[in-house]
């Protein structure tokens, strides 16, 4: 395994390797995301629009091409024509020739007339003849409605040292709100001992009681071990075929079970916070947006060593017009799209979207 640099005033290390390549990535997009309220009426979470010219799921999908795991599925349900639309005409780029794609994969009733997806676990299970076609040595499993910049090479290697059949990535959570979260206790080896998904008194981390283990929704599997468990919980009656409910709690007392710190796979610049949001309310989806319009804000979308691809469309660039007192446009402590022309207004502290006018008439 070779460490590539992936920032050249970090030196980042990179892992870009084999160890990508035996790997098979499949992406949970099919989620409705209803506390988003109108802006998920026509599309799902994952494909709401983000920073001015993103969707959300671009960072997800990004960071997989980035760590140099290209065999991708996106798993997709609710409302999904927007997000198919999306991935055709940004991410064909692949090239198949080489084994890389991202492919998508609709509910589409494979074990049931009368069923689509019924849980994050079920969602793999409908799709394993796909997966064993693909016959990785590694699946990642991930979210695609989260926002943050992580290299999947280094989890995919943490994993492989510590010789797990899982790995769990996890952040560090206040103890007040961990409810929200499937939290994890974990031994001074790191390995997972418990797990329970939203508790009502979460668990707190060792020497830490205000903070607590939260799981960001990204599993490492063992292939042949994750085939295993997703066929044992398919046949249990009892189930509700989710990964945070059932296939992890129902493993957390194995010894293969372990988790890796957000920390030691997150890609920012040094002296930074890691970032990672769950932009699943509207007060959340606001504030990881004005994050953005920071001097320096801890989410850096201008790393051209670590890119979020997207497609957005071809919009002339911002413009700004006018010199007279009154009709002065001008931006301020703000992010501004393609495609927008500002006249007669100063926008302050904002995002603007692409496409957007903005005129004060005097």
């Not at 790997?23 to 994952?46: Q, V």
């Not at 990204?218 to 042949?224: G, T």
């Not at 010894?255 to 890609?267: D, G, K, M, N, Y």
């Not at 920012?268 to 509207?282: H, I, Q």
Request: glycine share 8%.
């Amino acid at each position: 395994m070779i460490p590539v640099s992936a920032n050249e005033e970090a030196a980042i290390p990179r892992f870009v390797s084999q160890l990508t390549r035996n790997t098979f990535a499949l992406i949970l997009a099919g989620g409705r995301g209803s506390r988003l309220h109108e802006l998920t009426d026509w599309r799902s979470k994952p494909a709401v629009p983000f920073g001015g010219k993103f969707r959300i799921i671009d960072f997800t999908l990004s960071n997989c091409v980035n760590s140099g795991v290209r065999r991708v599925g996106v798993a997709t349900q609710y409302k999904a024509q927007s997000l198919i639309r999306h991935l055709q005409l940004g991410w064909s780029f692949l090239d198949g020739r080489l084994g890389e794609f991202i492919e998508i994969m609709p509910a589409q009733q494979q074990m049931s007339e009368s069923h689509w997806y019924q849980g994050t676990a079920d969602a793999v299970y409908q799709n394993l003849r796909e997966l064993r076609i693909a016959d990785p040595e590694y699946v990642l499993i991930l979210s695609g409605d989260h926002v943050y910049r992580m290299d999947y090479g280094r989890i995919l290697a943490a994993h492989v040292e510590r010789k797990a059949d899982l790995t769990v990535a996890c952040i560090e959570v206040p103890i007040k709100g961990a409810s929200e979260f499937g939290v994890m206790s974990v031994n001074e080896e790191g390995r997972i001992v418990d797990f329970a998904e939203k508790p009502a008194n979460p668990q707190a981390m060792p020497g830490n009681p205000d903070a607590a283990l939260a799981s960001m929704g990204i599993y490492v599997f063992n292939a042949r071990f994750l085939f295993e468990q997703l066929l044992r919980d398919a046949d249990d009656p009892k189930s509700k075929h989710d990964f945070g409910k059932d296939i992890i709690p129902m493993r957390s007392s194995a010894t293969a079970l372990t988790h890796t710190a957000f920390p030691e796979s997150c890609v920012c610049e040094p002296g930074k916070a890691v970032y990672w949001r769950d932009v699943g309310t509207l007060d959340a989806y606001w504030a990881a947006n004005m994050d953005l319009v920071h001097v320096t804000p801890d989410l850096n979308l201008y790393d051209d060593a670590w890119p979020i691809w997207t497609w957005q469309p071809q919009s002339p660039p911002a413009k700004f017009v006018f010199d007279d007192d009154e009709r002065r446009g001008q931006a301020v402590d703000a992010m501004v799209s393609g495609g927008c022309i500002i006249s007669g207004a100063t926008v302050r502290r904002s995002m603007l979207f692409s496409g957007c006018a903005l005129t004060v008439i005097p």
